[in-house]
């Protein structure tokens, strides 16, 4: 019974220890937003993967944004601030290219309803 209860203990301790490694496959990354929010934990090795949270779905930006995952966790590396300099011209492109699909995509101009006394016959 006690033997029991120390091995399951060294597997909690096991998977709190292997939930708190990054992430080393080569899908380790996962966007988020209000009502879609990803496990932390990547289904095959239990590393912690990166989530980028945004504020909304992304729209049809979304597989740029997917394509430019590989390059923002580049240039972040292991740091809290983004070093571009580590890009190549063609990921700094990319990046930029989603990056604008983006803005686009969330930037829309707001046409007021007609209202009864303001429509026309």
């Known amino acids: 019974m006690n033997s029991a209860r120390n091995l399951n203990s060294r597997i909690n301790r096991l998977e709190q220890t292997l939930g708190t490694l990054p992430c080393s496959c ?7 937003w209000p009502g879609h ?3 932390p934990q990547c ?7 990166l989530v980028y ?3 909304h779905h992304p729209g049809p930006a979304e597989p740029l944004i997917r394509q430019a995952l590989p390059i923002i ?15 190549t011209d063609q990921e700094l492109h990319q990046l930029k290219t989603a990056l604008q699909t983006v803005e686009q995509a969330t930037t829309y101009k707001r046409t007021p309803m007609p209202t009864a006394k303001t429509a026309k016959p």
């Open 43 to 49: 289904p095959t090795c239990g590393g912690e993967r």
């Open 53 to 55: 949270p945004l504020a």
């Open 73 to 87: 966790k580049k240039a972040f590396g292991n740091d809290q601030r983004a070093d571009l300099s580590t890009l």
């Open 37 to 39: 929010e990803p496990h």
């Open 26 to 32: 080569q899908d380790s990354t996962q966007l988020s």
